[in-house]
């Protein structure tokens, strides 16, 4: 039996996208064995591009249950799913929920600082990796990913904004929609880093506005705060208040890291 032209095309499409599987195949072959993949960590000899040796993949606290359904800050021992953290109880958020993949230690805090500071753009891809397995109890869901903005006088300096790039990994990796434009910084701001709590909170207060666009693309769905880190949560909690309170049961936070100042589990 002749082929018909559409079968034709259909056979010549199936054979230039298995050739071209074939050649990225070799490419990627090829680099491995001029450039063979490190350790993001310690620049150790791995298997894989993109990934953490086994000694440095230890060394990473990663945070899972239980912990508190609200802050997602760790337990020592299961007091029962709905049970709150002191913390949570005493203060509790503007936004539904908090999670974190690992604690924001020594390693943590290195691999952070790189990705942030030095240029290793590459981190995204494993931090957002693990912060999907973090964010578990929200992919049940329809949700969009937004990541916290930069002033534009610091976008401009650094070159790149650190949480839209892991936001567009967590997109890429899971399927929603990011929205960068949701929320702006509309001015600027200091450093977090060395502020006190109280200070950290006065330096964020009033630097966010949900922008016309939100009102236009939004349909219900859940609303991810990307971050990189959450310290005391002033950045997180000031973008969550942008959003008016009729929203905020669908506003949820997921960061890399979490710092934990009390040993792990105490209430």
Not at 74 to 96: E, R, Y
Not at 220 to 235: E, K
């Amino acid at each position: 039996m002749t082929a018909t032209p559409n079968k034709i095309v259909a056979q010549t499409k199936s054979v230039l996208l298995q050739a071209q599987g074939r050649a990225a195949h070799w490419r990627t072959q090829l680099l491995d064995m001029l450039f063979p993949p490190c350790c993001l960590a310690c620049d150790m000899p791995i298997i894989d591009a993109d990934g953490l040796c086994p000694n440095c993949w230890g060394k990473l606290r990663f945070i899972s249950k239980p912990y508190c359904p609200v802050l997602g800050v760790p337990f020592a021992a299961d007091i029962g799913a709905s049970v709150l953290s002191a913390q949570a109880i005493a203060n509790p958020p503007p936004f539904a929920r908090s999670r974190s993949a690992v604690i924001y230690d020594d390693l943590a805090r290195q691999l952070v600082s790189q990705f942030k500071y030095g240029d290793r753009l590459e981190l995204a891809k494993i931090c957002a990796r693990l912060m999907v397995g973090a964010g578990q109890d929200y992919w049940g869901e329809k949700c969009v990913f937004v990541p916290v903005p930069l002033h534009w006088r610091r976008r401009l300096a650094r070159r790149y904004n650190q949480s839209q790039l892991l936001a567009d990994q967590l997109g890429v990796q899971t399927g929603f929609p990011v929205y960068r434009d949701w929320v702006q910084r509309k001015r600027p701001t200091r450093q977090q880093v060395g502020l006190s709590s109280k200070d950290r909170e006065q330096n964020v207060r009033g630097a966010f506005v949900v922008t016309e666009r939100f009102l236009e693309q939004y349909e219900g769905q859940h609303i991810v705060i990307v971050d990189d880190v959450v310290t005391t949560g002033a950045t997180v909690d000031a973008i969550a208040r942008c959003f008016k309170k009729r929203y905020r049961d669908k506003v949820n936070v997921l960061s890399f890291a979490r710092v934990v100042m009390d040993p792990i589990g105490a209430i």
